[in-house]
């Protein structure tokens, strides 16, 4: 096995980081832009082009809600991200086992 | 805060090596759980602590009783503070780790109020009890010992089963068997089952929480 076949879109360190995140909060759970941002000590413009990258490719959700004047966006996991990450996680554990 | 590897600065140059993205992989989802715990294993450390004091004061105040009477006026402030501190503590630290997390995994208002209405009824009866002179070894020794933690621990149990949240289900139930053994223990020793058992619960909740803590994703 290569790191070839590992996910590209995953493979990125931003990228994994936003992934994982996004994993390890329970199913069915979304966080809100600025607690992710937070937690990821990302600046807005880079989270935003990474996060666009992801939905696109079906992995993530955005939903955005307007709470009075500000509006709160929060992104959450698709099963279709979880299930990329899952079969990331395992291309990884075959490879660093390889290895 | 932990430092993130130095992967980070990898950006799509296809020079992200499997051993970094597997260590940042473990720190993010490590992380991540760490901070968005409601019910971490420190807090329920100190909250294992803070129900062994407070039902050991009280069974400390209640153990040489013959015939049972009731816990002693001065254990109430002692047990009071602890409880506000409990409660101060939790909620503080729940809403922290909660910040900008929504969804599936949010108390819905019908299990709050469920949660309120069993506390509430919990001391209704027992008012009710004390005013129809049902004997102090009751109402001041099993039934505040051990029913709060029967009603209130099959009620989140329930709630959780529903959630298919299973750690939590077992840790109610635990709590609800914590109080049934109580029963059986008498006026006194139900205050030191309920304080011993509790402690051992939430003790044990707090090493499997630690425990999933730090379980690695790609790692055995």
């Known amino acids: 096995m290569t790191t070839e076949e590992l996910d590209p879109l995953i493979h990125v360190p931003t990228r994994l980081k936003i992934v994982a995140t996004l994993a390890a909060l329970p199913d069915g759970d979304a966080l809100s832009f600025t607690r992710l941002q937070d ?5 807005p413009g880079n989270l935003i082009i990474q996060l666009r990258k992801l939905e696109d490719a079906g992995y993530l959700s955005s939903e955005k809600r307007r709470n009075g004047s500000a509006q709160k966006t929060t992104v959450a996991l698709t099963s ?9 996680t395992k291309a ?3 490879l660093l086992g390889g290895l | 805060m932990n430092p993130t590897p130095d992967a980070t600065t990898t950006e799509d140059d296809g020079s992200f090596d499997p051993r970094q993205a597997a260590t940042l992989l473990d720190q993010t989802t490590q992380q991540t759980r760490r901070r968005v715990e409601p019910y971490p294993p420190w807090l329920l450390t100190i909250r294992a602590f803070i129900a062994l004091v407070a039902y050991g004061a009280v069974w400390l105040s209640v153990r040489g009783q013959h015939p049972y009477n009731h816990p002693t006026a001065a254990v109430i402030p002692v047990v009071a503070v602890l409880v506000v501190v409990n409660f101060v503590a939790t909620v503080t630290v729940a809403k922290r780790a909660t910040t900008g997390v929504s969804g599936r995994s949010r108390l819905r208002p019908a299990e709050i109020a469920a949660m309120a209405v069993v506390w509430v009824g919990v001391f209704v009866v027992l008012g009710v009890l004390a005013g129809a002179g049902v004997s102090h070894s009751v109402v001041y020794g099993i039934y505040p010992a051990t029913v709060p933690l029967m009603a209130a621990g099959l009620v989140w149990a329930g709630i959780m089963a529903a959630r298919a949240n299973w750690r939590a289900c077992c840790t109610a139930l635990a709590v609800a068997v914590v ?6 223990a008498g006026p006194a020793g139900a205050w030191a089952v309920a304080g011993v058992g509790l402690c051992v619960v939430l003790l044990g909740t707090a090493a499997a929480i630690a425990w999933r803590q730090r379980r690695s994703l790609v790692r055995p």
């Open chain 2, 179 to 184: 109080g049934a053994v109580g029963v059986f």
């Open chain 1, 39 to 43: 937690m990821l000590g990302l600046t």
């Open chain 1, 92 to 94: 990884l554990r075959d």
């Open chain 1, 80 to 88: 279709q991200g979880r299930e990329a990450l899952g079969a990331y």
